[in-house]
C-alpha cells in the first residue's frame, strides 16, 4: 500500500467518525453559535459609536456634519469602515474560533485509538507512521472548513452583511482557515501523544481554548484592549487568521493588500512552527511506542 492510499484510507475513517456521529457536529458549532447569536445581537458595539436618528434631527446640519464625520473615522478606525455592524463583525471572528474549537479536539482521537488498541494496530501494519499523524490533520481541515461554512450561512440567516472582496477573496479566507486548522490540529495531536489520556488532553484543550479566543480580535477589535493584553493578542494565530478573513470578507475594495499579505504570512508562520513541533513530538513519541 503505498502512501497517498494510506493517508486517503485514514482520513476517510476519521471522516467517517465525523458524519456518522451528527452530535458532534452540532455540538462543536453550539458554543460559536451562543456566542455569535446571543453576544453578537445582545451587545452590540458599533451601536454604541452611533447617535440616534432622534436625536441628530433637533442638531444644526453643520454640527451633524461634523459628529457624523467624527464617529464615522471613529468607526473606521475601530473596524475598517464606518457601515460595519459588530454582529457582522463578529460572526466573521467566529469562523476562526470554530477551527480553534475542532482542531484542539483532534488530539482526543489519538487518545481513544490508543484506549481502544486501534493505535498500537496502526504501529504494528507495515505502513509510513506519519500517515497515522496526516490523516488526522487532513480531516480534521476537512472538518473545520465545513463547519464554518456552516456557521457563515447561519450568520447569513441572521442578518450578517458581508462584503468580499472579489474574485479572490473568499479563496484566500478559506485558505487563511485551513493553514491555521493544520498548524493547531498537528500540536493538539502531538500534545495527546505526549499526555496518553484523554482526561489530560480534554484539560489541556479547556485550559487553551477559551484564553486563545479572548486574547485574540474575534470578538472585539485589538486596539480597544490594554496595552498588555494587546501584545498577547498580537501572538495569537487566531488574531492573524481573524483579520485576514475580514479583510476578504467583509472589507471588500477597502481591504489593506499589505495587511492581508502580513496576515496569512503570519498564519502559515505559525502553522509551520506548529506542524514542526507535532512533527517532531509526534515521531519521538510514536517510535517509543
Same mark, same amino acid.
Given at each position: 500500500m503505498d502512501v497517498l492510499t494510506e493517508v486517503r484510507v485514514l482520513t476517510m475513517r476519521e471522516l467517517k467518525k465525523w458524519y456518522r456521529s451528527p452530535f458532534l457536529l452540532v455540538f462543536t458549532l453550539v458554543q460559536p453559535v451562543l456566542w455569535m447569536g446571543l453576544f453578537g445581537k445582545a451587545f452590540n458595539l458599533t451601536g454604541f459609536l452611533r447617535?440616534?436618528?432622534?436625536?441628530?434631527?433637533? +442638531?444644526?446640519p453643520a454640527a451633524t456634519s461634523q459628529i457624523a464625520s467624527v464617529f464615522n473615522s471613529i468607526l473606521t478606525r475601530f473596524f475598517g469602515r464606518a457601515d460595519i455592524d459588530y454582529f457582522s463583525y463578529i460572526s466573521l471572528g467566529m469562523l476562526s474560533i470554530t477551527v480553534l474549537f475542532t482542531s484542539?479536539?483532534?488530539?482526543?482521537?489519538? #487518545?481513544?485509538?490508543?484506549?481502544?488498541?486501534?493505535?498500537?494496530k496502526l504501529l504494528a501494519a507495515p505502513i509510513w507512521r506519519g500517515s497515522i499523524i496526516v490523516s488526522k490533520v487532513l480531516a480534521t481541515v476537512v472538518r473545520s472548513v465545513l463547519q464554518a461554512s456552516l456557521l457563515l450561512l447561519l450568520a447569513?440567516?441572521?442578518?450578517?452583511?458581508?462584503?468580499?472582496? +472579489?474574485?479572490?477573496?473568499?479563496l484566500i479566507a478559506v &485558505?487563511? +482557515?485551513?493553514? +491555521?486548522?493544520?498548524?493547531?490540529?498537528?500540536?493538539?495531536?502531538?500534545?495527546?501523544?505526549?499526555?496518553?489520556?484523554?482526561?489530560?488532553?480534554? &484539560?489541556?484543550?479547556?485550559?487553551?481554548?477559551l484564553p486563545l479566543m479572548f486574547a485574540s480580535n474575534a470578538l472585539y477589535p485589538v486596539s480597544l484592549m490594554p496595552p498588555w493584553l494587546q501584545t498577547i493578542a498580537l501572538a495569537n494565530p487566531i488574531s492573524? #487568521?481573524?483579520?485576514?478573513?475580514?479583510? *476578504?470578507?467583509?472589507?471588500?475594495?477597502? &481591504?489593506? *493588500?499589505?495587511?492581508?499579505? *502580513?496576515?496569512m504570512a503570519a498564519v502559515s508562520l505559525f502553522a509551520a512552527f506548529f506542524t514542526a513541533v507535532g512533527t517532531y513530538l509526534a515521531g519521538t513519541t510514536l517510535k517509543k511506542t
Open positions: 447617535i440616534p436618528n432622534e436625536i441628530l434631527d433637533q +442638531l444644526p484542539m479536539s483532534s488530539g482526543m482521537g489519538i #487518545a481513544w485509538d490508543r484506549r481502544l488498541g486501534f493505535l498500537n447569513l440567516a441572521l442578518g450578517a452583511r458581508f462584503n468580499p472582496l +472579489l474574485p479572490l477573496g473568499p &485558505a487563511a +482557515l485551513c493553514i +491555521l486548522a493544520v498548524g493547531l490540529s498537528s500540536f493538539s495531536i502531538a500534545v495527546g501523544l505526549r499526555l496518553k489520556s484523554w482526561e489530560s488532553q480534554a &484539560a489541556v484543550m479547556n485550559l487553551l481554548n492573524y #487568521a481573524v483579520d485576514a478573513v475580514r479583510q *476578504t470578507l467583509l472589507l471588500g475594495q477597502a &481591504a489593506n *493588500t499589505a495587511i492581508l499579505i *502580513t496576515d
